[in-house]
């Protein structure tokens, strides 16, 4: 905990000092000043930092449960940060804007009093670099999965942005109190003031600053990496990371992960098996438990089906299931999504049938299991013998004909005089090459993998390609829209170029229309239709650094690139 608390503040004291505070730093620099309480920078301070943390958690939750629009908090945010720029051009129109606070306060009307209000709109509108640190926060906050070291993790580094910015804020008002020129322009500095506000709040609205904070370099880069992507820091990080954030400590100390080494090629004794928890649905099969099942040999598998690493596992776990069901052998593949649409039972079953899924599939949409065995990977394999103790597990794909033998003893085992059939044989696609990293589009992720702008509300935006284009990043041109935390939209003229390092390029694509991907000479047209689903762009050419090009139709949703 304590290094958690530790990474996340010095996280966000980087973050704080990056180009991303330049939106809001004019009106940190603004928020003292002549005529105003000396406290009032503090409390636009606190407020920024109070808002930012909660929304950027729970803001999510709130608004799916009530099904608003997840933009509806910047919305806010913005209309906040125009009313008080208002306020402070015409000063009675201020007066009854803090009327209301003054009256919970008991103290006199002053149209300068909105600071905490002000900081709240602010935090609304603050929207730091993404790093390792944040990515955590937002995944923990996406998926619903909130722990002490969340909320420890996500109030250090709120508080580390915060203190940069007071210290702007309280030089900023020292400043203009002890400058004459200033004092005896009072009035001209408020209305000063409130022209910054507004204009920064138009800018913010129509997305303007984006081009100011991607030409800025990114002098803490540097930095940020040294104090994010260390082994310890990157340790912890891991343990909130995903879904399975939300498992408490003894549930995780508890869980055979932990209790076994990943792979390997004997038996282990891993601890007890949970027991299947909060299935909202089973296809292929009436509903199944550990219990019932006491006496076979189980293969538990973690997956999602537009999950590249999981579509490579998948003939392999099928063709088990095939050669072994009769000797004893039972496979349930606990579907745990990782996008919005992956909740939809519909969507898994055609996907399932699509990709010849036979076995018991269990739809963990609510993460239930998945928290029971704390587990963090897709895809993920649980081997339980007999008499329900787990016995290996393996994350990722590789390895197959280690498993199965695993599965064979285990069967033997179980019965003297059971009769297996020949080893199964299925060719291995596991990538063995360096390659990109699982890449996502969507604005919850963004810009951890992206050259220049990235679309962050629900307006289209126009983009244009950078000059060059960083290796294992991608770039936007044309109309673009992020409707959504999890994928971006195309609009009229949408490009996107992607620098890779694979031989396999996949995409993650939703809506209808057609995408035209060009990459080592050669092109192709693919046809997007129905729910999204997982689509090959790239699998003619050899294991290369190379660059691919994609022309959208608009209307189609892009999620996220994977690489094999």
Known sequence: MVTLVVVGFLAGVITSLSPCVLPVLPIVLTSGGPQRRKWRPYLVIAGLVLSFALSTLFGSLVLSALGLPQTLLRDAGVVVLALIAVGLLWPRFGELLERPFARLSGRPVNPDGNGIVLGLGLGLLFVPC???????????????????GALALTAAFAVGCGVPLLVLAVAGDAI??????????????RIASGVIMLVVAVAIAFNLT????????????????????????????????GPGAGSDTSAATAA??????????????????PELTGITDWLNTKPLTLAGLRGKVVLID??????????????????????????????????????????????????????????PIAVDNSYATWNAY???????EYLIDAEGDVRHVSFGEGDYSGTEQLIRQLLTSASSTVDLPTETEVADTTPSEQQTPETYLGSQYAPLHVSGGTPNNSTLQAFQFPPTLQPDTYALAGSWQAADAESITSGAGARLELSYQAKYVYLVLGGSGTVTAQANGKTQTIAVSGEPKLYTLVDNGP????TLTLDFTPGIDAYDFTFG
């Open 302 to 359: 973690f997956w999602t089906y537009s999950c590249i690493n999981c579509q490579r596992t998948l003939p392999h776990v099928e063709s088990w299931y095939s050669a072994y069901q009769k000797a004893g052998l039972e496979i349930i593949g606990v579907h745990t999504p990782e996008f919005a649409f992956e909740h939809d039972t519909s969507n898994i079953e055609a996907q399932a049938k699509a990709l010849g899924v036979k076995y």
């Open 256 to 273: 055979p992960g932990a209790n076994c080494q990943p792979g390997g090629q004997t038996l282990q004794n891993c601890g007890r098996a």
């Open 176 to 189: 203009t109190r002890r400058v004459a020129a200033i004092r005896e322009r009072a009035r001209g500095f």
């Open 210 to 241: 984006d081009g100011l904070q991607t030409a800025v370099p990114g002098y803490t880069e540097a930095l940020q990496q040294s104090v994010e992507n260390n082994s310890e820091a990157q340790g912890e990080l891991h343990k909130l990371n």
């Open 543 to 546: 294991y290369q650094r190379s």
């Open 374 to 380: 704390a587990n963090q990977y897709w895809p993920a």
């Open 130 to 148: 993404a790093g390792p640190v944040l990515a955590t926060i937002a995944v923990i906050g996406a998926n619903h999965t909130f722990s002490a």
